[in-house]
């Protein structure tokens, strides 16, 4: 079945500096990886997603990058806000919408004023 | 966009009891509901898949008897923790999908078994 490694687990950055948290997927039939941002006593929140016919995507201040061949993608996050401290997962799946999600193990996200 | 109302976002019980956790899709139709469990500076953990109508499909390791999920509609699912005790005390959260639309999640339910 897919596994999804995410690192690092904890990363605090400078507010305004850019940050950037990554994850390896194994299954290489996977064709959608959604990004999710959760504040603490929330429900995740998705913040950008990516299928696989496209290498970059990207939303204001937020892009991902898929490499299908490496099987990784990557979670861009520039002029970082102070709002912008929460947990944050990646996930995948190959039926989007109809199959399960698998997570990664989540990275806090500390941006320091 | 789409919305998940998850009721309630918390809950205190006592050991022994049942409780209810209701998810709606409101502008939208999940003909998937996910369940997840998700402990302290944890993932997301699935408990249970769902489809409207049919019976939910478990993962590994979860007691199918004490986590009782309904999806009677395409816009309800229900997960009931039966005879709950301190042990599952914990933050569930479900997510609705439909093929190819992706997944929304709901707010989150916080229970506390004492």
């Known amino acids: 079945g897919e596994n999804v490694e995410q690192h690092p687990s904890t990363l605090s950055v400078q507010e305004g500096d850019s940050a950037v948290i990554k994850c390896t997927y194994s299954?290489?039939?996977?064709?959608?990886f959604p990004w999710y941002k959760q504040e603490l006593g929330k429900g995740p929140q998705l913040i950008i997603d990516?299928?696989?016919?496209?290498g970059e995507k990207k939303d204001q201040r937020i892009a991902v990058t898929l490499n299908k061949t490496a099987k990784h993608f990557s979670l861009h996050i520039t002029e970082t806000q102070p709002e912008d401290s929460a947990v944050y997962f990646c996930?995948?799946?190959?039926?989007?919408?109809?199959?399960?999600?698998?997570f990664g193990q989540g990275t806090r996200l500390t941006i320091n004023p | 966009g789409a919305v998940v109302s998850q009721h309630p976002s918390r809950v205190i019980c006592k050991s022994g009891t049942s409780v209810k956790i209701e998810c709606r899709s409101l502008d939208f139709q999940a003909t998937t509901m996910f369940w997840y469990r998700q402990f302290p500076k944890k993932s997301l953990m699935l408990m249970a898949t769902?489809?409207?109508?049919?019976?939910?499909?478990?993962e590994q390791g979860v007691e199918k008897d004490k986590f009782l999920i309904n999806h009677a509609s395409l816009t309800l699912s229900t997960l009931t923790v039966t005879s709950a005790h301190p042990e599952d005390s914990s933050f569930y959260i479900c997510s609705g999908a439909r093929s190819g639309y992706g997944y929304t999640f709901g707010s989150g339910t916080r229970l506390t078994v004492v």
């Open positions: 299954d290489s039939a996977s064709n959608y």
């Open positions: 996930a995948a799946t190959w039926m989007e919408g109809a199959q399960k999600l698998v």
């Open positions: 990516i299928r696989s016919n496209v």
């Open positions: 769902s489809n409207e109508g049919s019976k939910a499909t478990y």
